[in-house]
Nanobody, 122 residues
Framework: QLQLVESGGGLVQPGGSLQLSCAAS????????IGWFRQAPGKEREGVSCISSSGSSTNYADSVKGRFIISRDNANNTVYLQMNSLKLEDTGIYYC???????????????WGQGTQVTVSS
């Protein structure tokens, strides 16, 4: 059974950086596209970024373009989200999810993980 585990969250000051990791295990059909999502208190979960199964294609929400970088290491079944120039509004719980493709992020393969908390505060 596909399982994704997020890690790397923490408390950081505005302008700081964090790198999140999404470790995958239990998949039986090659690799999946992986999306990062976040949910701020009192708000709905929103898509942040997605990377294709090969890593050749990525996309970003407008709010994080130029600041966040998604990458993947298929040899180690891990997807990363490098977050730079963090803002207060980046605060939230960050989740990763598997998709058949980045054009279908409304559907996930398997279930949501527990997420990792990112808090941007001075």
């Amino acid at each position: 059974q596909l399982q994704l585990v997020e890690s790397g969250g923490g408390l950081v000051q505005p302008g700081g950086s964090l790198q999140l990791s999404c470790a995958a295990s239990g998949f039986t059909r090659g690799y999946y596209a992986i999306g990062w999502f976040r949910q701020a208190p009192g708000k709905e979960r929103e898509g942040v970024s997605c990377i294709s199964s090969s890593g050749s294609s990525t996309n970003y929400a407008d709010s994080v373009k130029g600041r966040f970088i998604i990458s993947r290491d298929n040899a180690n079944n891990t997807v990363y989200l490098q977050m730079n120039s963090l803002k207060l509004e980046d605060t939230g719980i960050y989740y990763c999810a598997a998709h058949l493709s980045c054009s279908r992020t409304n559907l996930i393969v398997g279930s949501w993980g527990q997420g990792t908390q990112v808090t941007v505060s001075s």
